[in-house]
């Protein structure tokens, strides 16, 4: 039971975020489901492209991270690359800021 409700927590953590931020930028598909899509195509599409590139440090990595998640949610989200672009960064703001309230709240408890 207390893995079905850590694992409805993480998807709610992983989603939410993305959800806002297209919703906010106006993509077309803004749907739970779309956008837990567009995470899983946006992890593949990553692990896919890593396996290519090897030995990449965190700061290329990032700057490989970004543009491929966009390819991601403008596949799925039904938006523009630059607007996937912004979505892309809104969304990992987003979490940033959830994980830090999130933890925050633990932590006092």
């Known amino acids: 039971m207390e893995f079905i409700i850590l694992l409805i ?5 992983l989603v939410l975020p993305l959800k806002m931020a297209a919703a906010m930028l ?13 995470l899983l195509l946006a992890v593949i ?15 290329y990595g990032m700057l490989i991270t970004i543009p491929l998640a966009a390819i991601a949610y403008m596949l799925v989200l039904g938006t ?23 933890g ?3 932590a006092a408890v």
């Open 9 to 13: 927590v993480i998807v709610a953590v």
């Open 80 to 102: 523009g690359f630059l607007k996937a672009v912004l979505i892309a960064i809104v969304q990992g703001l987003i979490l940033i800021g959830a994980t830090l309230l999130l």
């Open 45 to 59: 599409i990553q692990r896919f492209v890593g396996g290519l590139i090897p030995g990449v440090t965190e700061e």
């Open 26 to 38: 106006g993509a077309r598909n803004t749907g739970a489901f779309h956008c837990l899509f567009a």
């Open 104 to 106: 925050t709240l633990l």
